[in-house]
């Protein structure tokens, strides 16, 4: 964990359950308030954070807090007005209880706006109890689309727009649909798909990957995508970029936080907790699995 201690004048995410939270409505959302008057629940000792201390994030990365157990129902409500966030926005959102991929139920709490995505260079501090706090920032925004049937990925930021062609997953072994957050990045990965249940069908290292879900979905480097991009859907549910530099410039300028959405995919839409799925859900899904309901930040 971080080594700074609690601010006491800090605002909490939460003082009291707000209407729209778990119990239904859109409602208003509660304001920021002072520490809470509940014990802090021992659970955040042993608290992880997906972002660490400093560091610059894509506008698309939901503050994720997972659990070495499950919380119990009872206490949820108790972590989420200890979970404080503070940002320079007055960014209005809420805690939610996601099911990760690979987690149990009440092993993992996230945090997102209201809005589409957080606002370009918000800072933001998460307080987790007296135990510590993350400070970080949000970057700029770039956004890609992925459209399946059309074999092209559009990427905008900073005011302006790529077209790159791509190939997704072949007939059934398509492309996750849906929007998905970076989660990391690496110059090249081992990939291989017994891992994934395919089979011995390809084992080795794999360059440029871009990682967008815990089951395994990268965009990167794939030869086949120097003919069969802008063209057909070859790969076994990643998206290829051709070797002839694309897929390294892509890598370059994304960042951990940045969208990926893809469109047009004969593929259900992924899960919320698998990697980074939350903006998936509708506001009112997302408040439905809160227990303190939604905040403006402060």
């Not at 509940?38 to 400093?54: H, K, R, T, Y």
């Not at 659990?67 to 206490?75: G, I, K, L, S, Y």
């Not at 893809?262 to 809160?290: E, P, R």
Request: charged letters at 15%; one cysteine or more.
């Amino acid at each position: 964990m971080a080594a700074d201690g609690p601010d006491a004048g800090a605002s909490t995410t939460a003082a009291g359950k707000a209407a729209g939270g778990h119990n239904g409505g859109a409602g208003k959302a509660s304001g920021a308030r002072s520490v809470p008057s509940v014990p802090e629940p021992a659970v955040l000792a042993q608290a992880q954070v997906n972002i660490s201390d400093g560091q610059t994030v894509g506008v698309g990365m939901p503050i994720s807090v997972s659990f070495a157990r499950p919380v119990p129902a009872a206490d949820r409500k108790s972590v989420e007005r200890w979970l404080r966030v503070q940002t320079s926005s007055g960014t209005r959102g809420a805690w939610s209880w996601v099911k990760g991929h690979n987690l149990l139920d009440g092993q993992r709490v996230d945090f997102r706006p209201s809005t589409t995505y957080w606002q370009s260079g918000t800072q933001v501090t998460l307080r987790l109890g007296s135990h510590g706090a993350r400070r970080f920032t949000i970057g700029r925004s770039l956004v890609a689309t992925v459209d399946a049937k059309t074999h092209m990925m559009t990427v905008r930021t900073g005011g302006g727009t790529q077209r790159i062609p791509v190939t997704t997953g072949a007939p059934g072994m398509d492309t996750w649909s849906g929007t998905m957050v970076v989660m990391d990045k690496q110059s090249k990965v081992y990939m291989d798909s017994r891992t994934v249940g395919l089979g011995d069908t390809y084992h080795g290292y794999y360059y440029w990957a871009v990682h967008l879900t815990t089951s395994g979905t990268y965009v990167h480097q794939n030869p086949r995508a120097n003919t069969e991009a802008g063209h057909r859907n070859v790969t076994h549910g990643c998206v290829g970029l051709a070797s002839n530099g694309i897929a390294q410039r892509f890598y370059d300028q994304v960042q951990v936080g940045d969208v990926v959405t893809v469109t047009g995919a004969d593929k259900d839409i992924v899960a919320a907790g698998n990697g980074y799925g939350d903006w998936n859900l509708t506001w009112k899904q997302w408040l439905a699995q809160s227990e303190a309901g939604a905040t403006t930040t402060a």
